[in-house]
């Protein structure tokens, strides 16, 4: 792992490392198949839907118990719920799951049944759980009942203390260096065949820091799985070491995300501002979108291991990505003939914001300017600081244009409503607007509310490509290429199950298995 | 003599409680904080209010300093965000990880920079003396991120020893604890000690040539007595004389931290706590960070007077 | 003497070709190539494959892997070299896809070379310009504290101490968030000039303060005082002068530190906008694995210091009396 975990409650933190050691000790009522993005039956069983949609009555598994041996009844479903929406802690997971806003109520029938109530239909339905780690009220509750949940399970417990569903528990922690977790006795999940899960007995994550010890620990054999993707300059030596019959390389194709332009729409933003005429227009991002080539933007950023991309889905995304949505064509000429009528004889001339240290925005930013000065449209790019990066935007200070990527953390649109509906606060051209800024974005809202509260797919699928038809045609957010994503790791790990979203081979720990030696893996 | 000393340990704690507030206000100035580095560019405007509520970061910085400063009265000095644990938990920790770095370092520094400095002073010509400097030059002309990275590399090419961490991971270790230890600091130590050696080598070997030229040795060699003898009893105590006096600068430094040298061998020392606090504006964590440094500091500072006047007591109080 | 001479034309070698990089860089720095990222160095060649020769003149690269960044010299039409062309002393030929690359491309498909010459402008003048700053700064204040001793001596100390404590990467966080956003690359010079010179003092001031405690003892400078010389003239020609080899000395390290340091402000937003180039980001860019195994040509900027950082040493160690064995 690059950081150390922020601590063991996931309720409190969602950085990389604390939701990997959740993935780890922890179980979800359903599971989200990273691979197939399906939904699959974890410690529920089954469900069935009522008539108008709003509640869902869920089996749980049978004589399932926590790493510390209590048995887990639906009292602890219940206790996860109230843990994760309780106020005085402010947990990070509140947020995700929340329909229009509003929490989920749940309520305990028997020991091995639960009914979640909607506040509202919701298509995706029982997906949302995926987002919520079941939680020892055994452990917990005299916390809960304090209002010190914000201040359990931090990185001083003790090991023994943190009880979970799943694989695996942590056995050691010795801060700054590695956890070293341990196979869960009690854990649920059986294999076809019947066997015990998991495969492995013990799994040791070591904390480096810089991604360039990580490429050489990986390939030298020190370790043999990391979380994160491999970047493009780092193929050659691994190629190296897969050659050498030390690694494997696993080309999972281009991913989900990519980097986004986007202008400054809110409503008199630039009203003092000369450039008031032309900045906001969707003519100018036309034209940047028309500039850029995209290939040549692949080949450049990502070295060739990228595709062009014209929305925020890309094709990865099988299940929501619609083909028929309309490209913008690479026509330099016309870009500046568009750029022209907007600001005739102008200069124009902005300033791009974007992230100091992460190279594909540093990258993509310089091709971007190049691109755009042969169009005679000049861009002051300004890499800053994460953090001031950030601050400026979250505070509505004043900007013209960032380069940045937000990930999204599911593949299914009504999982991110943040994003595209106008109030959200992922709406990143225009975050919290209240109201619909343009008549287009109004439509969107009413688009998007629809397909969420929808319970068919295909009437959802339907909706979603008009939403991706009416971002194409404005672009509040301008995309270029999208990575292909490359996972190595070492030759004694198998039955691995990739997947696109990170971590790419970890989210499924429990069928991990290492070939006949030293039962041992690490990462 | 004891006046001296208490004067130096008043403005030692002086230093301290400046260095550290100076870092507060610092890291209040920088923008961001601590909500923004942990909720990211897509947090709710609720939530984000919610998390500053929970940390206190709400509170104007004359509020936040003045509860710091009551707290730290009582030698409580705060306690971590992004790790969650008290500072006077986590920096102890970090620092004695750090003191084994810097001391093996230093010694082997130590050990080879001033012995080679002297005899680069002493001959100005030679095979030898020249490659010595032209070995110095090389490293001082490195960046610590390249040196750092450049033994990383080599050790994974040669796979003799580990990359990085302090050791401990493996469940069968041969030799023990101790020995794991030591192979792990091998590369980190390395990366720490070559330019400092370096730097050694260099101001030894300039203090050694001019005192060499000092009239009292050419007047020793006249009457006739062995060249070595007056290297060694007149000449070289004069000579540690500027090596001396950033000695102690060394040291403090050293006890920091380096941050390069222990992000790429992945050391956890208090180099890289110090700026993995800054970028994630844990303001508690700052402070601390920066008066554990001034602390070191003044320790070698003092170090360094009181070996100075030990080598030369001409400018003894 | 001979030593000195080697190394003032080391030293006067990059100070021309920094003030003639125009002319002697067949790019900019900004120039790039955009299929020819960490392209390896175009070496001049006089004699061709079939043994006739030639004007110097050079091989293209074609690419061979895009990923893996592989090229591959193409040997059937050698492109020759042009001299005194458009300002430039020699250059390949750039429309054909042909670029005089004599130490390579860096990740960006920009010459290395034009890049270090350059480059040499920024990191030369900043460093140098803040040596000397700090040289001034420590030398003042440690010849103050080494002469009047005692309180004043204290305080200069500790003063110097909260300077080296002080994390500068704090103060160019804070600092940057003033500045505006867009940054102009002279006050980014004079910030930096200013930042270094103050940091880099304390190392100079301990050591001379440090000589001159103990040459103030010996017999010439008590000898001078007593003679109704003023505190400032002994301190100015008698005690300062005994530190001129440290203070040498001590630059010629900071020197390099301070092109490093540069690098690492920027990282924090302190640095010089794009495209002005500087061998401390030139260095940082190629602080990667792939630099030590693959693309060597990317760690010139540490074979330049090390070029300049020799001069700078053979110049100063010269100043020693004979040796007398």
Redesign the interface.
């Known amino acids: 792992m690059r950081t150390e975990p922020a601590s063991f409650n996931r309720l409190t933190r969602r950085d990389a490392s604390t939701e990997l050691v959740s993935i780890l000790t922890q179980a979800k009522l359903v599971r989200v198949n990273r691979a197939t993005q399906e939904i699959e039956p974890w410690l529920a069983t089954s469900w069935t839907r009522s008539a108008d949609g709003l509640r869902y009555t869920m089996k749980l598994r049978p004589n399932v118990a926590f790493s510390d041996g209590q048995p887990f009844t639906a009292d602890d479903v219940v206790f996860s719920f109230a843990a994760a929406y309780d106020e005085r802690s402010a947990s990070v997971l509140s947020d995700s799951l929340q329909v229009n806003g509003k929490k989920l109520t749940v309520a305990a029938v028997d020991p091995l049944t639960v009914i979640v109530t909607f506040p509202a239909p919701f298509g995706p339905g029982v997906r949302i759980l995926d987002n919520l780690p079941i939680f020892p009220k055994h452990k917990l509750q005299s916390a809960l009942d304090a209002g010190t949940l914000a201040k359990a399970w931090t990185l001083e417990t003790p090991p023994a203390e943190l009880a979970g569903l799943g694989p695996f528990v942590l056995s050691d922690y010795v801060p700054g260096q590695r956890l070293v977790f341990i196979k869960n006795p009690h854990y649920f999940m059986k294999d076809a065949a019947g066997a015990s899960l998991p495969y492995l007995d013990r799994i040791t994550a070591q904390i480096i820091p810089d991604q360039n010890a990580e490429m050489l620990a990986l390939a030298s054999g020190q370790i043999d799985l990391t979380s994160d993707a491999m970047r493009p300059e780092d193929y050659a030596p691994l190629r190296r070491a897969k050659n050498a019959g030390r690694l494997q390389l696993l080309d999972l194709g281009v991913g989900y995300d990519a980097d986004s332009l986007w202008f400054n729409l809110k409503p008199n933003a630039f009203a003092a501002d000369p450039r008031a005429s032309w900045i906001q227009r969707d003519e100018l991002r036309r034209a940047i979108s028309m500039a850029v080539d995209r290939k040549h933007f692949a080949d450049t950023v990502f070295l060739g291991a990228g595709a062009p991309v014209f929305g925020p889905e890309t094709p990865a995304n099988r299940e929501w990505f619609s083909a028929d949505v309309p490209q913008t064509p690479y026509d330099p000429a016309g870009a500046k003939a568009l750029i022209e009528s907007i600001a005739p004889g102008q200069t124009v001339r902005f300033t791009l914001l974007t992230q100091k240290g992460r190279s594909s925005l540093e990258r993509g930013s310089a091709v971007i300017r190049d691109e755009l000065q042969k169009i005679g449209v000049i861009v002051d790019v300004v890499p800053l600081d994460g953090n001031a990066l950030i601050q400026r935007f979250v505070s509505g200070a004043a900007y013209d244009a960032i380069y940045f990527r937000a990930a999204a953390t599911d593949t299914d649109p009504a999982l991110t409503p943040d994003f595209w509906f106008s109030f959200g606060s992922a709406h990143m051209w225009d975050i919290a607007e209240p109201m619909p800024a343009t008549p287009w974005e109004g439509q969107i809202d009413a688009l998007m509310a629809k397909q969420i509260a929808s319970a068919d797919l295909a009437e959802r699928k339907r909706l979603f490509a008009e939403v991706q038809k009416i971002f194409a045609e404005h672009q509040p957010a301008i995309y270029f290429a999208a990575p292909r994503v490359f996972v190595a790791a070492s030759t004694r790990v198998t039955n691995l199950a990739p997947a696109l979203i990170r971590p790419h081979l970890l989210w499924a720990p429990d069928r991990i298995a290492v070939a006949a030696g030293a039962p041992r893996a690490t990462h | 003599m004891l006046a001296y000393l208490a004067?130096?340990f008043l403005?030692a704690l002086?230093?301290v409680f400046?260095?550290s507030s100076?870092?507060l206000l610092?890291?209040r100035?920088?923008?961001?904080?601590y909500a923004?580095?942990?909720?990211?560019?897509?947090?709710?405007?609720a939530?984000?209010e919610?998390?500053r509520?929970?940390y206190g970061l709400d509170r104007s910085f004359a509020q936040q300093y003045g509860h710091w400063l009551a707290r730290a009265a009582h030698f409580d000095f705060g306690r971590s965000m992004?790790?969650?644990?008290p500072v006077a938990?986590?920096i102890p920790?970090?620092a004695a990880?750090t003191a084994i770095l810097a001391v093996t370092a230093l010694f082997a520094a130590t050990a080879l920079g001033i012995p080679l400095g002297i005899i680069t002073g002493?001959?100005?010509?030679g095979l030898l003396p020249a490659v010595i400097?032209?070995v110095s030059?090389?490293l001082?002309?490195?960046?610590?991120?390249?040196t750092s990275?450049?033994l990383?590399?080599f050790a994974?090419?040669t796979?003799w020893l580990?990359?990085?961490?302090?050791g401990?991971?493996?469940?069968d270790v041969t030799g023990g604890a101790l020995v794991d230890l030591v192979r792990h600091l091998i590369v980190p130590a390395a990366a720490l000690a070559m330019p400092l050696a370096a730097?050694f080598e260099?101001?030894q070997?300039?203090?050694m040539?001019?005192t060499?030229?000092q009239p009292f040795v050419?007047a020793a060699?006249a009457r006739g007595v062995p060249?070595l003898r007056v290297v060694w009893r007149g000449a070289l105590k004069a000579a540690l004389?500027?090596v001396?006096?950033?000695y102690?600068?060394v040291v403090?430094?050293l006890l920091?931290g380096s941050f390069a040298v222990e992000?790429?061998?992945?050391w956890?020392g208090l180099g890289?706590l110090?700026?993995?606090a800054?970028?994630a504006?844990d303001v508690y964590l700052?402070a601390g960070c920066?008066a554990a440094?001034?602390v070191f500091?003044?320790a070698g500072?003092l170090l360094?007077d009181a070996a100075?006047a030990f080598v030369?007591p001409?400018?003894a109080e | 003497m001979m030593g000195r001479r080697i190394g003032i034309v080391l030293v006067a070698l990059w100070c021309v070709g920094a003030l003639g990089a125009a002319s002697f860089a067949p790019h900019t720095a900004s120039d790039h190539f955009d299929g020819l990222l960490n392209a390896p160095p175009t070496l001049p060649h006089v004699r061709d494959e079939a043994g006739a020769w030639h004007a110097p003149f050079i091989y293209r690269w074609r690419l061979v892997d895009q990923l893996e960044q592989r090229y591959q010299e193409d040997r059937t039409t050698g492109v020759p070299l042009r001299w005194l062309r458009g300002g430039h002393v020699v250059e390949g030929n750039d429309q054909a896809g042909s670029p005089l690359l004599l130490l390579g491309a860096d990740g960006f498909g920009r010459d290395v070379f034009s890049r270090l010459l350059f480059g040499a402008r920024t990191s030369l003048t900043l460093s140098i310009a803040a040596a000397f700053g700090a040289m001034m700064l420590g030398g003042a204040i440690g010849g103050i504290a080494g002469y009047a001793g005692g309180l004043t001596d204290d305080l200069l100390m500790r003063a110097s101490d909260f300077i080296i404590v002080l994390p500068a990467m704090y103060v160019a966080l804070a600092l940057r968030s003033i500045l505006p956003l867009v940054l102009e690359p002279r006050i980014v010079f004079v910030l930096l000039a200013i930042i270094f010179a103050v940091v880099g003092a304390p190392f100079i001031s301990r050591g001379v303060r440090a000589i001159v405690r103990s040459e103030g003892r010996l017999e010439y400078a008590v000898a001078a005082a007593s003679l109704g010389a003023g505190h400032w003239r002994v301190l100015g020609r008698h005690l300062l002068p005994a530190t001129r080899g440290f203070i040498a000395v001590e630059m010629t390290m900071l020197i390099p530190a301070f092109i490093v340091a540069e690098a690492t402000l920027s990282y924090v937003g302190l640095g010089f906008p794009e495209p002005i180039a500087s061998w401390g980001t030139m260095l940082r860019d190629a602080s990667d694995v792939r630099a030590f195994a693959d693309f060597p040509w990317l760690l010139s900027p540490a074979a330049a210091m090390f070029v300049l950082v020799l001069g700078l040493n053979l110049i100063v160690q010269d100043r020693r009396p004979e040796d007398w064995h």
Do not use: C, H, K
């Open positions: 004067r130096r403005f002086f230093l400046a260095v100076a870092s610092l890291v100035m920088a923008p961001g904080d923004t580095e942990s909720l990211g560019i897509t947090a709710r405007a939530t984000m919610q998390t509520r929970l992004a790790y969650d644990r938990d986590l920790e970090r990880n002493s001959r100005r010509t400097r032209t030059i090389t001082l002309s490195m960046p610590p991120l390249l990275l450049f990383v590399f994974a090419r796979g580990p990359l990085g961490g302090m401990g991971g493996t469940a730097m260099r101001l070997s300039q203090a040539a001019e060499i030229g050419l060699t060249r004389r500027p001396t006096s950033i102690g600068l403090g430094t920091s992000m790429i061998t992945s956890p890289r110090m700026l993995d800054l970028r504006r700052v920066a440094g001034s500091l003044a500072t360094s100075l030369d001409r400018a």
